[in-house]
Structures are given as structure tokens and as C-alpha cells.
Nanobody
Framework: QVQLVDSGGGLVQAGGSLRLSCTAS????????MAWFRQAPGEGREFVAS????????YYVDSVKGRFTISRDFAKNTVILQMDSLKPEDTAVYYC???????WGQGTQVTVSS
């Protein structure tokens, strides 16, 4: 059974950091480009960052450039989103996705207080 598990969210003050993980079972995510999305209350789901299968290519939405870093841990079949200098507007539920598939994580809540 294919499963993506998102973890690492929490409550943090503005300027703080969090490290999100997306760990896969039942699939080898090195076969997929991987991405993180987020959804704030009352908003649609927004793309945040993506990483190529090799891990050498990354892409970010402008609002998180220079603050967030996406990476892979091939040994752990995991994709990581390191979030630094967090802002209140980063508050959302964060989801990982495998390529253009319908495989999504269950989401992890990130709340940034001002």
C-alpha cells in the first residue's frame, strides 16, 4: 500500500524554523519529482517547492525563496522542507505530493505567531 506521511509541523514564533518531512512507504520516491503544497484557511492549495528525481533541481514559489529549502534523503525515502525565517503568512497545512500522481501526504499543520 502506497502511503506518504507528512510530519514536523507545529506552532512557532515569527522568525523561527521548522523542518517538515514526507516519508514514503510502498513506493520509491526517487522515481518521482516531489513537491510541497500548502493550504491556508479559506484558501486554495498553493504550490510551495519542488525537487527533481535526482535532487539536483529545485524550484520555489517567490514568497519562500531564500527562506525554505527542499531536499531529499534517499536512504530514508524522505523529502524534507526546511523552513527558516517563518512569517505569519506561512501559516497553513502543508502537504507533500509525488509527481503528478494522486499520492498526497495527509498534511501537517504549521502555525506561525506574530
Amino acid at each position: 500500500q502506497v502511503q506518504l506521511v507528512d510530519s514536523g509541523g507545529g506552532l512557532v514564533q515569527a522568525g523561527g524554523s521548522l523542518r517538515l518531512s514526507c516519508t514514503a512507504s510502498g513506493m520509491d520516491i526517487s522515481n518521482y519529482g516531489m513537491a510541497w503544497f500548502r493550504q491556508a484557511p479559506g484558501e486554495g492549495r498553493e504550490f510551495v517547492a519542488s525537487i527533481s528525481r535526482s535532487g539536483r533541481g529545485t524550484y520555489y514559489v517567490d514568497s519562500v525563496k531564500g527562506r525554505f529549502t527542499i531536499s531529499r534523503d534517499f536512504a530514508k525515502n524522505t523529502v524534507i522542507l526546511q523552513m527558516d525565517s517563518l512569517k505569519p503568512e506561512d501559516t497553513a497545512v502543508y502537504y507533500c505530493r509525488a509527481g503528478l500522481t494522486n499520492y498526497w501526504g495527509q498534511g501537517t499543520q504549521v502555525t506561525v505567531s506574530s
